[in-house]
């Protein structure tokens, strides 16, 4: 057990430095590293990987909220899109996680890795830096935002992920956000379309059998306390870190990590027999 405890410590540290830095949720590293715990604990894939989505997005909240505090106080939170994009993702994560719910674990497994997979590709071609206007007047209106949110929502309740990965790319792309405010906003968006996930996956787990000790519902309690207490403090850090460098050289650590999970949850490595 203690050896679990070093992990889950040191990955939620992770996801805090990754949300804050980049204005994603962070889930990229918790839910595989979470599904894996479980899976060692002796519970089943199906419920393992349920287990892991909904943990994930209660991680997500309070490190989007303590990154999105520091992003604001830099000025670089655009909350007139936030509360839209927000509360729209809300939505979205309760139909999401409603979905994953009647989704074979196998495939909400493989279907993780191939979005991980796809975003470590994304990011490691560096879009988002190309892309980093500073002087660029962001554009968008309500039902721009709304338009936004509501699908992200959707991707994260039914992957786990805080959907940042996504929302970030489409601010910079669709709407002319300059990048550090993309990230602001996400962050800052996160905090409520990770709430409709965490709601559907408490609801829907609820009376199943065979949960973790401490759980409500697919959200793990002691998993949660591990992880929340590294990355909260730590998305600080991030946040700093992204107001002060360049973050290239990070962003392509982040690609390669991410490309190794979506390949390992994928069953890529075991499939060759490589001991990866």
């Given at each position: ?62 490190t989007a909220i303590s990154g999105a505090w520091r992003h604001s106080r830099r000025k670089a939170v655009c909350w007139r899109a936030a509360l839209i994009v927000g509360p729209c993702g ?42 980093a206007r500073p002087e660029a007047e962001s554009r968008g209106n309500r039902w721009a935002f709304a338009a936004l949110g509501f699908p992200v929502g959707i991707i994260s309740g039914l ?32 905090m409520f379309t990770g709430l409709g996930g965490i709601i559907g996956y408490m609801a829907h787990g609820i009376g199943v059998s065979g949960l973790l000790p401490y759980s409500i519902g ?59």
């Amino acid at each position: 057990m203690q050896n679990y405890l070093i992990i889950l410590l040191v990955t939620g540290a992770g996801a805090g430095f990754a949300s804050g830095l980049l204005g994603i949720g962070g889930g990229f590293v918790t839910v595989p590293v979470m599904y894996w715990v479980i899976v060692a604990m002796g519970i089943p894939e199906a419920t393992a990987i349920m287990t892991a989505f909904g943990t994930s997005l209660l991680v997500v909240l309070p490190t989007a909220i303590s990154g999105a505090w520091r992003h604001s106080r830099r000025k670089a939170v655009c909350w007139r899109a936030a509360l839209i994009v927000g509360p729209c993702g809300l939505a979205g994560g309760l139909v999401g996680s409603t979905l994953a719910a009647h989704v074979p674990g196998r495939v909400l497994k493989t279907g993780f890795g191939g979005l991980v997979l796809a975003m470590g590709i994304w990011m490691g071609l560096g879009a988002m830096p190309r892309l980093a206007r500073p002087e660029a007047e962001s554009r968008g209106n309500r039902w721009a935002f709304a338009a936004l949110g509501f699908p992200v929502g959707i991707i994260s309740g039914l992957t786990g992920l805080g959907g940042g990965a996504l929302l970030v790319p489409a601010l910079v792309l669709a709407l002319n956000f300059p990048v550090h405010v993309a990230v602001g906003t996400s962050t800052a968006s996160i905090m409520f379309t990770g709430l409709g996930g965490i709601i559907g996956y408490m609801a829907h787990g609820i009376g199943v059998s065979g949960l973790l000790p401490y759980s409500i519902g697919y959200v793990n309690l002691p998993i949660w306390l591990c992880l929340a207490a590294t990355s909260v403090p730590v998305a600080q850090l991030g946040a700093k870190a992204a107001h002060a460098l360049p973050a290239k050289q990070l962003r392509y650590v982040f690609a390669m990590l991410m490309a190794y999970v979506g390949l390992k949850m994928i069953g890529v490595f075991s499939r060759l027999e490589l001991p990866l």
